[in-house]
């Protein structure tokens, strides 16, 4: 093959000439495969990243808003159900989810310039990186909160009457769980003011 015109051009011109080689059921079958083992590493190493243990591996991670979270019923509680750092930042659906890790894709940046890399400044930054996720969560209804907690399943039976009323009210207001449940998982940040005391 002659690649005079240049190699992204001779590339181009190899890809698509007709293989004298090879059939094109061989072809499509060796593609067939060859994309079947690319997607199945691909959505591993997805799910990977949604695992407690990859979220926390970072210190910045692990020395503030994990050990925060330790402390909450939503690591430790009576009947033992869980919900780790995906369930609450990573949507369920495919589409949703791959916009979601572009947008987390930040965070390498962060963590190579130490944006965030001691106490200090993770605190300094609190207010900005808490305020981004309320937004984040409130532009999409609270949908990760949604996974486990729907307005409809809650019983007014079983719930205290007060917070059921609350909860009821809050629903036929259009909110979502962000616009009162700050802080469920992690600190507040000390500028935070809460609208209702002011």
């Known amino acids: 093959m002659d690649c005079k015109p240049g190699f992204f051009k001779c590339a181009w011109n190899f890809l698509k000439s007709p293989s004298t080689k090879y059939s094109l059921l061989g072809l499509l079958t060796v593609g067939f495969?060859?994309?079947?083992?690319?997607?199945?590493?691909?959505?591993?190493?997805?799910?990977?990243?949604?695992?407690?243990?990859?979220?926390?591996?970072?210190?910045?991670?692990?020395?503030?808003?994990?050990?925060?979270?330790?402390?909450?019923?939503?690591?430790?509680?009576?009947?033992?159900?869980?919900?780790?750092c995906s369930d609450c930042h990573v949507p369920r659906d495919w589409g949703h989810k791959m916009i979601r890790k572009l947008q987390a894709s930040k965070e390498i940046y962060g963590k190579l310039t130490g944006y965030v890399d001691t106490k200090e400044k993770f605190e300094a930054h609190r207010m900005e990186l808490a305020t981004h996720e309320w937004e984040r969560m409130k532009s999409v209804g609270s949908r990760e909160c949604r996974n486990c907690h729907d307005f409809d399943a809650m019983s007014g039976n079983i719930q205290k009457q007060t917070v059921y009323n609350k909860h009821m009210k809050a629903k036929a207001d259009g909110q979502t769980c962000i616009d009162c449940h700050k802080g469920i998982a992690h600190h507040l940040p000390k500028e935070y003011k809460d609208p209702d005391e002011e």
């Open 33 to 84: 495969i060859s994309g079947i083992i690319f997607w199945g590493g691909f959505n591993t190493a997805m799910e990977q990243t949604n695992k407690l243990e990859f979220c926390i591996s970072c210190h910045e991670m692990y020395d503030n808003v994990y050990q925060e979270y330790k402390t909450t019923i939503h690591y430790s509680n009576r009947t033992g159900v869980r919900a780790i």
